[in-house]
């Protein structure tokens, strides 16, 4: 477990004048990087991005999601799986321009979009065939795509590292894995930390460490030293990503669901979810 591997998520939109000073704020906490959600913008703005975090000496990954109908991968619409196709490319391209090596999400349907029934498998076949057709340029473009199950009352797919570990394998390629959520597996497993050391060995590719209620990790009841201690058992040697939701990105802000503030200050997340994390890994 590589202790230099410890990120926050960025709260602050890139357009905001202080977001350089956000990111001075996470790499004073001690972080190594920032998770950039990339939900709008051209690949430009991404190269402008990559610049300033590289003249910070912070390293990077990137989160998506989609959160309109009219991009789907799974809609029994032929259209709507294309435009999801065309918004992953769009992605990558993003995410390379910026020096991404992990693009991660629930990319494989629409948050919020249900049917009224579990997954078909139909719809699996048709998630796996969208991500089939952008793993390969992923690949060249040095990025892993970790896709995120998320908690039932956000998606219907993918809602447990089972369910994700057995989709890993219908795609079946080098680039694709999961990603494992602590906020979401705690509505989900049973028994986050039986689930990963039973299902996370070479499937898990990056982590969340997120709070239950989507604020600081460490000031909640998510069981943290099993968790890293699990994933230490499974050889888990990626990022280990501190994620708190703000209301900075309304899109994003709206398919999550966070309506009120879960912090005072938004760098306070950095200054105490940071060493809380370096702590938990320094214990393994």
């Known amino acids: 477990m590589d202790e230099n591997q410890c990120q926050s998520t960025l709260i602050c939109d890139?357009?905001?004048?202080?977001?350089?000073?956000?990111?001075?704020g996470h790499e004073e906490a001690g972080a190594d990087g920032v998770e950039i959600p990339i939900m709008e913008g051209k690949v430009s703005d991404y190269v402008v991005l990559g610049k300033i975090l590289d003249d910070l000496g912070l390293e990077r990954t990137s989160s998506m999601a989609f959160v309109t109908p009219d991009q789907n991968p799974v809609s029994d619409c032929p259209k709507q799986r294309q435009s999801a196709v065309d918004h992953l490319n769009w992605l990558i391209d993003?995410?390379?321009?910026?020096?991404?090596?992990?693009?991660?999400?629930?990319?494989f349907q629409t948050i919020g979009q249900f049917t009224g029934n579990g997954p078909t498998e139909t719809e699996l076949a048709l998630a796996a065939e969208a991500l089939l057709q952008v793993a390969d340029k992923a690949q060249s473009a040095g990025a892993i795509l970790a896709l995120e199950p998320l908690n039932r009352f956000e998606c219907y797919l993918l809602n447990t590292l089972k369910d994700g570990a057995a989709f890993t394998r219908r795609v079946n390629h080098p680039s694709v894995g999961v990603l494992f959520d602590t906020f979401h597996?705690?509505?989900?497993?049973?028994?986050?930390?039986?689930?990963?050391?039973?299902?996370?060995?070479?499937?898990?590719?990056?982590?969340?460490c997120s709070a239950n209620d989507r604020?600081?990790?460490?000031?909640?009841?998510?069981?943290?030293?099993g968790v890293f201690s699990a994933l230490n058992e499974i050889g888990y040697d990626g990022w280990f990503v501190l994620e708190a939701f703000g209301r900075s990105l309304p899109g994003l802000a709206a398919a999550t669901k966070i309506w009120r503030d879960l912090f005072i200050d938004p760098l306070?997340?950095?200054?105490?979810?940071?060493?809380?994390m370096r702590k938990m890994m320094a214990k393994q």
């Open 94 to 107: 993003c995410a390379q321009a910026m020096g991404s090596t992990v693009i991660c999400g629930p990319m």
């Open 268 to 276: 306070d997340v950095a200054r105490r979810g940071v060493p809380f």
């Open 215 to 225: 604020g600081i990790p460490g000031e909640d009841h998510i069981p943290w030293q």
């Open 14 to 24: 890139k357009r905001h004048q202080g977001t350089y000073l956000a990111f001075e």
């Open 185 to 208: 597996a705690n509505i989900e497993e049973k028994d986050m930390v039986k689930a990963i050391r039973e299902q996370g060995r070479g499937v898990i590719r990056h982590v969340h």
